[in-house]
């Protein structure tokens, strides 16, 4: 069985120490799960995070293999003098946040016409990083619908990352054709844990859905998310809040 997790991090304060956060993340997957190794993908930003964390000897040797995604040209693969971590390269020329670009030493993957976020999101880099991962193409570059789909995520302030404890979920269920509600009521509530995390709940399959956040603290601002319908198995569905 695989897991994805996400690190959460304060994309705002550069000068935090994010090696040391990320590291203990790391640690409590390595112990959760049993494994000796990670595979660790970072985009944008997160790119910088993780050639700095694995700078580090003692922290590489947790890493065995990693992503550099829609991020900032290097020197050569991530990892410590004379000791890399294999480096999977991804980048765009279309890319208008990131100037990517081939990095030596580790296996480039151009992608042409693709922005920020489709260097992360596409199928072609999907498909090169299963074959970095797994050595073999994938067996589909599709995900099989669900009828019946299951999500879950967490509600994190913009840009700080930081958790919303006890923000209000609501889900709506939307008429395709207008965007209104189908009904009055919503179809379900959750109020966050202390980590921000809400759900699982499970929802149809292809259905559009409204999500309403609303933080805890009084007056704070509402935000309302429009989603396409839910393709298939998705517990990273991040709800931000905006000061």
């Known amino acids: 069985p695989r897991m994805l997790q996400a690190f959460d991090w304060n994309s705002l304060n550069q000068g935090?120490?994010?090696?040391?956060?990320?590291?203990?993340?790391?640690?409590?997957?390595?112990?959760?799960?049993?494994?000796?190794?990670?595979?660790?993908?970072?985009?944008?930003?997160?790119?910088?995070?993780?050639?700095?964390?694995?700078?580090?000897?003692?922290?590489?040797?947790?890493?065995?293999?990693?992503?550099?995604?829609?991020?900032?040209?290097?020197?050569?693969?991530?990892?410590?003098?004379?000791?890399?971590?294999?480096?999977?390269?991804?980048?765009?020329?279309?890319?208008?946040?990131?100037?990517?670009?081939?990095?030596?030493?580790?296996?480039?993957?151009?992608?042409?016409?693709?922005?920020?976020?489709?260097?992360?999101?596409?199928?072609?880099?999907?498909?090169?990083?299963?074959?970095?991962?797994?050595?073999?193409?994938?067996?589909t570059l599709i995900a099989q619908p669900e009828a019946v789909v299951c999500i879950a995520g967490k509600t994190l302030t913009f840009g700080e990352n930081t958790p919303l404890k006890n923000a209000k979920v609501d889900i709506y269920e939307l008429d395709p054709a207008t965007g209104a509600r189908l009904t009055t009521a919503p179809f379900e509530t959750w109020y966050s844990q202390p980590n921000g995390q809400w759900g699982p709940t499970n929802v149809k399959g292809a259905t559009r859905y409204e999500f309403v956040v609303t933080p805890p603290a009084a007056g704070s601002r509402i935000i309302h998310y429009y989603r396409e319908g839910f393709v298939h198995l998705n517990t990273l569905v991040y709800l931000r809040s905006i000061p």
């Open 16 to 139: 935090a120490n994010n090696s040391a956060a990320l590291d203990a993340f790391i640690d409590s997957l390595l112990a959760k799960t049993g494994a000796e190794k990670i595979a660790l993908m970072g985009h944008s930003a997160g790119g910088g995070v993780c050639y700095t964390y694995l700078s580090d000897p003692a922290r590489a040797k947790k890493v065995a293999h990693y992503v550099h995604i829609a991020s900032s040209v290097q020197n050569g693969p991530a990892g410590p003098t004379g000791s890399p971590v294999p480096t999977l390269n991804l980048w765009s020329p279309a890319d208008a946040i990131a100037q990517g670009g081939d990095i030596p030493g580790a296996a480039n993957v151009k992608l042409e016409g693709k922005d920020h976020y489709q260097v992360a999101t596409s199928k072609e880099s999907f498909a090169a990083i299963y074959k970095f991962f797994h050595g073999v193409d994938a067996p």
